[in-house]
């Protein structure tokens, strides 16, 4: 009877339900990674596809990034023009950064001289002249303006963590503020210098804190400039009083080297992407930069 009574009171116990999963958001680079986990932190998982030392512009899908896609609440990407890969793959909501960005933050591919050669852009779909620059995240206060909106859309996806996702976005804007004074400070001793690219990958950056860009060695990445624009680089540098060709580790600099030997200015590695040791959180990013240009990396 004892037994009977037992069984009987456990079938009157409810069942405990297994708690619901996380939302899991993908994203591309190291850099938004970064930024949608401060974001969503511990209310979310968050996964990156785009492996260290790797570069947006070039990467190829893996079959597992394709099997992450398909269990993801949504994939938030920069834009279609850097990472527009990712969007492609079937499952989840895509989140497209640079619309989420005021206009006035903007910059655009203009193909001007000083910058880029328009005959180099003729068909690419990277860096068509007049189309946005991507690479707005080496800007902090452009970041500052896409992370209330972005953090709204994914309020939308996951109603249940909007407040969370919002306290955490409050909180990140102010750091980012702190950042942004940071940078300025320390950029001082450099204030009004004038700089090659190997690519244009820091223009964002440049146009902040008041650094003269000259010109872009190589505007699209694996194109290399042509023999004429390499000579009016090489021509214009000391007349414009350009102090170093900033590079980034991702892409080829054999161009910047070619500039580089015949002017005899240093060359530079800032890493926009990070991913790496010392350069794995978005702040660690940005400093990595602003001690490559001040002259303060290893």
Known sequence: MRTVLVFLFLLSVPCRADPPPKPFYLTTIPPVEDLLRRIVGDRAEVLRLL???ASPHTYEPRPSDLRHAQG???LVFVDRRLDGWAAELP????????????DRFLLHFEGARGESDAGDHAGDHHHEPGGAD??????????KAVLP????????LDPEGRREYERNTSRL???????DGEIRARLEPVAGESVLLSHPFLRYYLRRYGIRLVGTIEEIPGKEPTAKKIARLIRESP?????????LPQLSQRAADL??????????????LGGVTGRESYFEILTSITEGIVGEGP
């Not at 007349?239 to 590079?247: G, H, N, Q, S, W």
């Open 51 to 53: 492996p260290a030392g």
């Open 72 to 74: 993801a609440t949504a």
């Open 91 to 102: 499952g989840p909501e895509p989140v497209e950064l640079l619309p989420l960005m005021p």
């Open 134 to 143: 991507p690479h707005f995240w080496t800007d902090p206060l452009a970041v």
């Open 149 to 156: 909106p972005l953090a709204a859309r994914l309020g939308e």
């Open 173 to 179: 804007l102010t750091e980012l503020d702190s950042l």
């Open 239 to 247: 007349e414009a009083r350009v102090t170093k060709i900033l590079v």
């Open 259 to 272: 500039v580089a030997e015949s002017t005899g200015l240093p060359v530079v590695v800032v890493d926009p």
